[in-house]
């Protein structure tokens, strides 16, 4: 089985992180990292660039557990990316990050968490930045 992270470079996306190498080692897990964008013209805050997705890669190795770090700019949300990855893969859990969002935020932009809790066939953990 695997636990999957919603990944975003970000304080809430590096909470996701920490909580899901915490929750693959108790578990023996596989950990998969995804990162996602639908990309286009102007850039993500989302995606992960260069460094931080080096960076990713080092805390990754240095946790000793077996990982996948993904990264897709194909045109699709984050939000269905992940929920596409939980359809057709062993995903035992996702963990997302939360932040807190005004209401005409929400309405402007949408929520890839609330996507992904109402569409995802497993168990979502969400966490919060400290």
Known sequence: MTILVAYAPRPEGQAALDQGIEIAKQRKELLMVVNASPGGEKDDPAM?????????????????????????????????????????????MVVIGLRKRSPVGKLIMGSVAQDILLNVPCPVLAVKAR
């Open 48 to 92: 992960a660039d260069v460094l931080d997705y080096e960076r990713v890669e080092k805390l990754l190795q240095a946790a000793g557990l077996a990982y996948e770090l993904k990264q897709f700019v194909r045109g699709n949300s984050a939000a269905d990316e992940i929920v596409a990855l939980t359809e057709t893969l062993p995903i035992s």
